[in-house]
């Protein structure tokens, strides 16, 4: 017999799982449509595995996200860091390059969105 990959089966190949089964050679899930219970609990372990994987693939960049930000303000705070702009400002400089304000309100409130979603 091949490998099933259709929930409907032959009536060759239902009557010869069912011959499988009065043997004990192959056990049933009641939802299963003839499938043997061993494929359903590989196929949810498969699901389950990829949900795992999925959610620690986002922890990480949730924690990435929050370093990222909390070291961010640690430098906006930093005197030094101030100072730098303070002395440039003075100098008569103007910084008109890109920024990351606007961004950086998005991850934050991402973020703080994450948060409540797991409370």
């Known amino acids: 017999m091949t490998?099933?990959?259709s929930p409907v089966l032959s009536r060759e190949e239902h009557r010869q799982q069912l011959e499988?089964?009065?043997?004990g050679e192959q056990q049933f899930d009641q939802r299963s449509q003839g499938y043997p219970r061993q494929k359903i609990v590989e196929h949810d372990n498969a699901q389950r595995e990829q949900l795992e994987a999925a959610q620690e693939r986002e922890?990480?960049?949730?924690?990435a996200l929050g370093i990222l930000i909390t070291r961010l303000d640690?430098?906006?705070e930093d005197e030094q860091y101030k100072s730098v702009w303070f002395s440039y400002h003075n100098h008569?400089?103007?910084y008109t390059g890109?920024?990351?304000t606007q961004e950086l309100m998005i991850a934050r409130k991402a973020l703080a969105q994450h948060g409540e979603e797991e409370t």
């Open 74 to 76: 640690e430098v906006h």
């Open 98 to 100: 890109p920024t990351y």
């Open 20 to 23: 499988k089964h009065k043997r």
């Open 3 to 5: 490998e099933q990959t």
């Open 59 to 63: 922890k990480k960049l949730v924690d």
């Open 92 to 94: 008569g400089g103007r």
